[in-house]
């Protein structure tokens, strides 16, 4: 066969980049008209594939927010992008998607006006009845104590008025809790900090917080005995920074330091709902603040989100940004029998409307939840895996040398596994291990 005349190659790899280009361009549609777009979504959504069903969903301790799926869009500088959703549709909508738990603040489902009036308990019995009709539990509840104005300098203010008031609030809340048949209070001290240096003495202000969550304990103890129930198990919240400008307690490694400080009275009621992003934002590893408050026995329960290391709190659905990392916090908690609740608190974006939080922004969150948590039951059992992390563990058998150079020259190429580790997580990330083929 003859050879191809010069510039041939290339002419025909010019005209492959042309026709691409060409078909890309071609690739256009016409407009969307507003009663044919859910049934655009609905089609893309199927092409996706890889749906659980809801049944497969309800396996799962994960629990929904009222107050995620009820974000109206609004944030600082954000005006409102959808309308509000009352606690019925969002049990309803959870039913429908496979979401077995509800949980709440106070004042997402009670206006401000009927806190611990007769109001709140007719409330409260509406959602008990709304539950019970869908086949849902409430399974933590949890006090606002940031948003309104008497917050302004935390709920451990220097007015003891304040502080009072905080307490009450904080009673209040267990109180709905155990009507409600909950398990968790969770505490996030938003604005236990400050704006500006010098405004408050930080150990004082320490030990004011700490009367409020021993009071919520005291309260806690006399209304389980009421119940014939057991007592709540109160989690706190670590964020670094937001409202305030520096918060108190703005790590889970700061609460759990708190918590064994001796200022709190009841330390075994009190443990930890670390959030994904919460540590993100200062830059800590999320495995590795899980991994202390293991080791503390203190992890209890978990809010799972996702977004960027040492940024804002974009509460963006788990796994859409650090789907790696999730596996291997997955991993972690698989491998340390983590038993508690996985508690979605993200907000679907701004640009989603109400019918798409409820047809895609949860069923997805979801789905993408179990398959990363399956994943890493398959990492666990994984032959390359448990070969090369037994190798390691081994060493070399160099016993009883106190050479520090001979020691390293006999292990130094089993620590070549930790890079092949890292890429068999990888691997089965993407599928790879299953036969998936990459080209170029």
């Given at each position: 066969m003859a050879p191809s005349p010069p510039g041939t190659q290339e002419s025909r790899r010019a005209l492959g980049i042309l026709a691409k280009a060409l078909l890309i361009?071609?690739?256009?549609?016409?407009?969307?008209?507003?009663?044919?777009?859910?049934?655009?979504?609905?089609?893309?959504?199927?092409?996706?594939g890889g749906s659980y069903t809801p049944a497969q969903r309800r396996k799962y301790f994960i629990t929904g927010p009222q107050w995620a799926a009820a974000y109206e869009g609004h944030a600082l500088f954000h005006a409102p992008t959808?309308?509000?959703?009352?606690?019925?549709?969002v049990i309803a909508e959870y039913e429908k998607i496979g979401i077995g738990h509800w949980t709440t603040h106070d004042t997402d489902v009670?206006?401000?006006?009927?806190?611990?009036?007769?109001?709140?308990?007719?409330?409260?019995?509406?959602?008990g009845a709304a539950l019970q009709k869908h086949g849902l539990e409430c399974s933590m509840v949890t006090t606002e104590t940031f948003h309104h104005a008497v917050f302004a300098a935390s709920p451990a203010a220097e007015s003891p008025e304040i502080r009072e008031y905080a307490k009450y609030r904080l009673e209040?809340?267990?109180?709905?809790?155990?009507?409600?048949?909950?398990?968790?209070?969770?505490?996030?001290?938003?604005?236990?900090?400050?704006q500006i240096q010098g405004a408050v003495e930080e150990t004082e202000t320490l030990q004011w917080y700490a009367e409020g969550m021993n009071h919520a304990c005291e309260?806690?103890?006399?209304?389980?005995?009421?119940?014939?129930?057991?007592?709540?198990?109160?989690?706190?919240?670590?964020?670094?920074?937001?409202?305030?400008?520096?918060?108190?307690?703005?790590t889970s490694d700061a609460m759990l330091a708190w918590i064994f400080s001796?200022?709190?009275?009841?330390?075994?009621?009190?443990?930890?709902?670390?959030?994904?992003?919460?540590?993100?934002?200062?830059?800590?590893?999320?495995?590795?603040?899980?991994?202390?408050?293991?080791?503390?026995?203190?992890?209890?329960?978990?809010?799972?989100?996702?977004?960027?290391?040492?940024?804002?709190d974009v509460d963006i659905a788990v796994g859409l940004v650090n789907p790696l990392d999730w596996l291997n916090v997955f991993v972690l908690l698989r491998s340390h029998g983590y038993n508690g609740p996985?508690?979605?608190?993200?907000?679907?974006?701004?640009?989603?409307s109400n019918w798409g939080v409820f047809a895609m922004s949860f069923p997805t969150a979801v789905d993408r939840f179990i398959t990363l948590w399956e994943m890493a039951g398959e990492l666990l059992e994984d032959p390359i895996m448990k070969e090369a992390q037994a190798a390691l563990k081994a060493g070399s058998g160099l016993t009883g040398s106190k050479d520090a150079t001979a020691i390293f020259e006999a292990n130094k190429e089993l620590m070549n596994l930790h890079e092949l580790i890292a890429h068999r997580i990888f691997q089965i990330l993407v599928g790879a291990h299953r036969g998936r083929v990459y080209s170029v």
């Open positions: 361009s071609s690739w256009k549609m016409n407009p969307i008209a507003p009663n044919q777009q859910t049934a655009l979504v609905d089609r893309l959504m199927s092409a996706c959808r309308t509000p959703v009352s606690f019925e549709t009670i206006p401000y006006e009927a806190v611990g009036k007769d109001q709140q308990w007719e409330i409260v019995g509406r959602i209040n809340t267990v109180a709905i809790g155990h009507e409600l048949g909950a398990k968790y209070a969770v505490y996030w001290p938003g604005s236990l900090g400050y309260a806690d103890i006399r209304i389980a005995k009421q119940k014939g129930r057991a007592t709540l198990k109160h989690c706190m919240e670590a964020k670094p920074f937001e409202p305030a400008a520096e918060i108190l307690l703005p001796g200022l709190v009275k009841y330390p075994d009621m009190v443990g930890l709902n670390p959030e994904y992003l919460h540590e993100l934002m200062w830059g800590g590893a999320v495995r590795a603040a899980l991994a202390r408050a293991l080791m503390c026995k203190k992890l209890w329960h978990f809010d799972i989100n996702d977004g960027y290391r040492l940024k804002h996985f508690n979605l608190d993200y907000k679907p974006p701004r640009t989603t």
